[in-house]
């Protein structure tokens, strides 16, 4: 199996309510069965009017697109000075919320399209039912990522292609499972077309030749067979947050870090749980870390239990008493550990130590 | 310009010492100046014996296994079960050091290349000296990444092609400065190739024709003139975990806040800066995060300043007063705001704020 990559060329100028099939099969009448369709997402936001007017410039433009960047946030993912990192609507974990001032003029700001997927179906369905070309559609954009410079194209919405192709349940030729081999495809498509489509030459689509797609089974609509529309890239490709390891940027999550030692309750909402032996360790690694900071101040015992109990005791000082109590309880949520305290004033506090489910 | 990709099918089994370049123009004669070869890390490592003997299966193997990453790693990013994603020695952040088990036999794991880039310009002189072929080199290998499901090539090391495509400096056609738009083109060719080599079919290497390269205006090597070699991937393409953002995993640096309010001095180790007084909202808000928190125990009193201090006083609740000074300090760490504490024991705290520089 070959690939060819094209560029499909003399698009031009894109403008809402335009209809991206005929603008595409009349740019490209070459367009072939079996191929795959790599449409920029800045063309079909275009098409759908996702374009924002911005004030003349000055500091009202900035605060503007501020707002438009806000109103496309479900989440903050990560800030450092003027930059946002935020997870779309959609899932999408992107700077400034995928919102572009390049390739349209500068009085406007372009939006992500509403329904990538959707609408990577819908001109799927438009060129097989008009055009008569049975083609798969991804829909791309650019995107930075964490720990490399520079950027990639990725999928944002596809249609007639799964997001993921599949290995596993297979085996390598040495008869190793791979157990953990999904490829993002639809990333690589995106990748691979814009090693023709640049950012500047007004080459918004590409088109990858070559690539096996299912077989036509699905249902006929004006006579061209289409298969079925697989899940697309927001079902498949964006991570359910509480699976990823990197759901905060470092900074935002140590800030959390932080204020969850400001508020830690005096009692946890769970049960505690009696600590497995490594745990005994931690809890006396957490005693030294906060007594070899601290002035001496207290007396401090470990009962391993269970409950694993540190009592701190003070004669003259309670409040370096109070103040190391909470450093430890701090201490021992880092490690993974759940306290509870008492205050017996002025001289004595008690913290149980448990494993929190 | 259009851009046409085969796989180089045949290479067979690569064993210690296999000369790449011969195996590679063996199964691909039709290798023509100015393509771009991507070629699967593992039969590079392969040819340099970076194989590693597994202990038969078992506690012992896994326990190997473990070892030999933590060899290949420089520094632990994120950790959770037993996923391990890490900065190995080169930089690259990947899961397990980019130690792998497949397409080796089960008694061994593979190493990534020792030096990517070298591997590529190495392998790139060879086959401009001895075949007298043109060409760049792409080491590429497969990554996971935060947010999106799936994996995708990457380049791991590059000859003959900068690993980045910049526009900086170049304008769209309505005039607007592209100032973020560098490609990271190595990896969209790594990409690129993975969809014809796939990941069972013992296809490890693939041709990328039609991209434009430099033209070969470096210095001839017996009769072939080559272009100088731009800067690799490790050196433009892996960022300094000090520029980024996610340089360790949201529970590492949530983990890492909690032990920084365990560990906060009673003086800041730089002197405090007068608040700005955007920075008055955020103390009232740390005190009312605190003295909501916990049960009232003392009377506040913030004073704005310059110096703003904070004094907290309580009759008969010294121990708690403590740890609620504590809990400030630690609302006040997470704000970005650095603070100093007195205890006058055993009824006053004062904690000064001020801006961190």
């Known amino acids: ?9 003399g698009i031009g100028e894109v403008t809402p309510g335009a209809d991206l099939a005929e603008l595409i099969v009349t740019a490209a009448p070459w367009l072939a069965d079996g191929d795959v369709l790599v449409v920029t997402s800045k063309i079909i936001s275009k098409a759908e009017g996702r374009l924002v007017p911005l004030p003349a410039p000055g500091p009202a433009r900035e605060t503007a697109r501020i707002d438009v960047i806000a109103g496309e946030t479900a989440r903050t993912v990560a800030a450092r000075g003027s930059t946002r990192i935020v997870a779309t609507h959609h899932g999408f974990v992107m700077a ?15 939006l992500l399209p509403k329904d990538p997927d959707g609408a990577a179906r819908m001109l799927r369905a438009t060129l097989a039912a008009r055009h008569h070309r049975r083609v798969a559609v991804v829909v791309s954009d650019t995107m930075g990522r964490p720990w490399r410079n520079g950027l990639t ?7 007639g292609i799964p997001p993921l192709r599949d290995h596993r349940g297979e085996t390598d030729r040495y008869g190793n499972p791979l157990t953990l ?11 691979a077309a814009d090693l023709v489509k640049g ?13 096996p797609l299912a077989p036509p089974d ?3 609509r004006d006579g061209v067979t289409l298969t079925a529309d697989p899940p697309g890239v927001v079902e498949t490709l964006v991570r359910n947050p509480a699976d990823d390891l990197f759901s905060l940027g470092t900074a935002e999550a140590r800030a959390a870090g932080l204020r969850a030692a400001a508020t830690l309750p005096d009692t946890p909402p769970l049960a505690l749980h009696a600590l497995p032996a490594a745990a ?6 957490a005693v ?13 015992v470990v009962t391993d239990g269970p409950p694993c109990v540190v009592r701190g005791t003070s004669a003259g000082a309670p409040l370096r008493l109070g103040s190391d109590v909470h450093r430890l309880r701090a201490a021992l949520a880092a490690a993974g550990l759940a306290t509870a305290v008492e205050y017996h004033e002025p001289a004595t506090a008690l913290v149980t130590v448990g494993a929190d489910e």
């Open 153 to 159: 194209d990725v999928a944002l919405g596809a249609a």
């Open 218 to 220: 699905g249902p006929a």
């Open 280 to 285: 005994l360790a931690e809890v006396r690694r």
């Open 96 to 110: 400034s919320a995928g919102v572009d001032a390049s390739n349209v003029d500068s009085d406007h700001v372009v």
């Open 1 to 9: 199996m070959s690939l060819q990559i094209f560029p499909v060329t």
């Open 181 to 191: 081999t999904q490829q993002a495809q639809v990333d690589q498509l995106a990748a």
């Open 199 to 211: 950012k500047i030459d007004g080459v918004p689509v590409a088109v990858v030749r070559g690539l």
């Open 288 to 300: 030294a870390l906060v007594t070899g900071s601290a002035a001496a101040s207290a007396d401090w």
